[in-house]
């Protein structure tokens, strides 16, 4: 094995945390370091574009069940605990931290990162990152913002994030579940990842963080969406959970990016958390994005990926590993981003859902009540796979587009954010990217270029002064005309041959957001709670 490359700096955080050995480190490697560390130790290969591609082992994605708080004195009264904020106790915390410190001090060599993340510099939150395999290194150069040398210089970590994906936890001993487990503690600012090699934990990891501290300490609502700018600085944010059009409506070539994922609102400004972006491969083609397919070059890493037999040519269409495929990448591979990843308070706020029922209409405005009840929602419908005897689309909800990743009750969210629509007198529109003219199977899904004119249509004020006419039922206001769409397209009950059918299938979703939001009724306000939906 070769010797490790050392670059010399401070190891007195690491001795206090437990990392001994301080001389096998790998400290801020390179990209092109990182390859080839990867490749050395038989952990990856090489794309035809150049990309690292790596497989994540036995998990694909995230696993919920296994993410722990520690529940403190502190932490006990703040977080709102459920199933995704689930409790464990200080003592194994401080078990787990040992186990991995142990099991990290005993490699031939480990790979540690100073970054940070925030883009605005006032809330900007030192990381160091300490992995046992160069990819995950890798990932967080991409993902995370990266310091300069002079800053390097005098760094100091605000929080350390370890990660041990080969580790497995005796379940019993260490409190968890099974043999993974991702463990935050508030207290000691550290972030423990065992057992599972999906990068994504890294990036989410520090997302939840940021969920708890810039709302309570900061007074900076954290979203979980993408953001725009125009030539005029205009901003937009677009909220939406897997599969609603995301990252595919907010890039848009006559609009710089701010970041596709994880943003603040201060008073003043929207930021990006991240330095890059984490995007879904399954289906990807040059056509339909072709600012993620040119990303997939030297630097990327994709993951869980196939090739095309006897080439290194990635088949995006294959999912026989993972739907859940991915490209890590910095933000300056995409050719339109905005450095840095700065921009100013929205104008317009989209709320994306995929509803595969064909009841939502295509676009509509929401007032202040009726937007901080759908972002406390946060509905779209996953449609029915392939299992037998399923042929119903899925209801999801995930509260503030986000609820994995909301160490807060959501009800603090949603009041941030109609706070910052009053004061900032910003539009809030709500967007089908869904089925129109029927359910799925029946309907057909709505044009993406109607969805895009519609959008460019509210952002350039045209629907300011269009006469609108409010749902029956859930009460958003419909346009009743957007340059560019067929007016019959706006409403969707004329849309549905029967409508009858409509007004059932309208009841049904509208009795499934009023369910859905029994959990949340007692922390949220009466504004809020009359702009429920009326089966």
């Not at 609108?468 to 039922?473: A, F, L, N």
Request: a negative charge.
């Amino acid at each position: 094995m070769s010797v490790p490359t050392i670059v010399s700096f401070s190891t007195e955080n690491l001795i206090r945390i437990g990392l001994k050995h301080t001389d096998n480190i790998h400290y801020q490697s390179s990209p092109e370091e990182l390859v080839q560390d990867t490749l050395r130790r038989g952990e990856g290969t090489l794309t035809d574009s150049g990309a690292l591609a790596i497989n994540t082992g036995e998990f694909t994605g995230r696993a919920p069940l296994d993410k722990f708080t520690v529940k403190d004195e502190t932490t006990a009264t703040t977080v709102h605990w459920n199933n995704f904020n689930i409790p464990i106790e200080e003592k194994y915390f401080h078990l787990v931290h040992k186990k991995m410190a142990d099991y990290l001090n005993n490699k031939d060599e480990i790979w540690v990162r100073d970054c940070y993340a925030c883009a605005d510099p006032r809330y900007r939150l030192n990381i160091r990152v300490i992995t046992e395999k160069p990819s995950t290194n890798l990932f967080a150069y991409n993902m995370f913002l990266r310091p300069t040398e002079e800053e390097l210089d005098d760094f100091t970590a605000d929080w350390h994030l370890l990660s041990a994906p080969d580790l497995k936890l005796d379940a019993t001993e260490c409190g968890v579940r099974q043999h993974n487990a991702v463990i935050v503690s508030f207290k000691h600012r550290t972030i423990l990842i065992a057992g599972t090699g999906y990068t994504g934990e890294t990036k989410k990891g520090i997302f939840s963080i940021l969920n708890y501290i810039l709302p309570l300490e900061k007074n900076v609502l954290s979203m979980h969406c993408s953001a725009n700018m125009g030539s005029d600085g205009d901003t937009a944010i677009f909220f939406g959970l897997s599969g609603t059009g995301k990252t595919t409506l907010s890039a848009d070539p006559k609009r710089k990016l701010i970041g596709d994922d994880e943003h603040g609102w201060a008073s003043d400004n929207v930021f990006n958390f991240e330095g890059g972006c984490y995007a879904k491969l399954i289906n990807l083609s040059e056509e339909k994005e072709p600012e993620i397919f040119h990303a997939i070059r030297p630097g990327a890493i994709v993951e869980n990926v196939r090739f095309y037999p006897g080439t290194k040519q990635i088949n995006f269409d294959d999912g026989s590993i993972t739907e859940n495929t991915r490209v890590s990448y910095p933000l300056h591979f995409i050719s339109n981003a905005l450095e840095p990843s700065v921009g100013n308070v929205p104008k317009n706020i989209f709320f994306l859902t995929c509803d595969a029922y064909g009841v939502l209409p295509p676009i509509s405005k929401l007032t202040k009540g009726q937007a901080m009840y759908q972002f406390i929602s946060g509905y779209t419908a996953k449609v029915a796979g392939t299992e037998t005897g399923v042929t119903e689309p899925k209801p999801t909800f995930s509260a503030c587009f986000g609820a994995p990743f909301l160490p807060l009750h959501p009800g603090k969210y949603a009041e941030m954010l109609g706070k910052k629509m009053h004061e900032n007198n910003v539009n809030v529109w709500l967007v089908n990217t869904g089925w129109t003219g029927g359910p799925y199977g029946v309907g057909r899904r709505m044009k993406l270029s109607y969805t895009r004119a519609m959008i460019t249509a509210a952002l350039e004020g045209k629907l300011d002064n269009v006469e609108k006419v409010s749902d029956e039922i859930f009460g958003v206001a419909i346009p009743k005309e957007v340059p560019g769409v067929p007016t019959d397209v706006l409403m969707p009950r004329n849309t549905w041959s029967d409508n009858n059918a409509y007004d059932q299938k309208a009841k049904f979703l509208a009795g499934l957001f009023v369910k859905n939001f029994e959990k949340y009724a007692a922390g949220v306000s009466e504004e809020i709670l009359s702009a429920a939906p009326k089966p």
